[in-house]
């Protein structure tokens, strides 16, 4: 069983920064996605950000130019730098990673920017 333990999350101020970190394990397979996804309350969770085995990289355009997605795979270990942030990226963070067909989540961390 793949689990996913994220760390990093925390309350910071508005164009302050923060760094996320999840470590997979339980897997012995190449992990071909590892991601970030937020919810905020009331909302959808929505994508951050992706970054494949080989380093191609996918951002959501609210976040594009302050998020920077980045992975070690030979930890299983995807980080999330998030600069300048906003009151709105104020949101539960959650650690994707996708190992061969099924899709694995962590279970969050609380990101808070106060204005």
């Known amino acids: 069983q793949v689990q996913l333990v994220e760390s990093g999350g925390g309350l910071v101020q508005a164009g302050g920064s923060l760094r996320l970190s999840c470590a997979a394990s339980?897997?012995?397979?190449?992990?071909?996605?590892m991601g970030w996804y937020r919810q905020a309350p009331g909302n959808q969770r929505e994508l951050v950000a992706v970054i494949t085995s080989s380093g191609t990289t996918n951002y959501a355009d609210s976040v594009k130019g302050r998020f920077t997605i980045s992975r070690v795979n030979a930890r299983n270990t995807v980080y999330l730098q998030m600069n300048s942030l906003k009151p709105e990226d104020t949101a539960v963070y959650y650690c994707?990673?996708?190992?061969?067909?099924?899709?694995?989540w962590g279970q969050g961390t609380q990101v808070t920017v106060s204005s």
């Open positions: 994707n990673a996708l190992v061969l067909v099924t899709n694995y």
């Open positions: 339980g897997t012995g397979f190449s992990i071909r996605v």
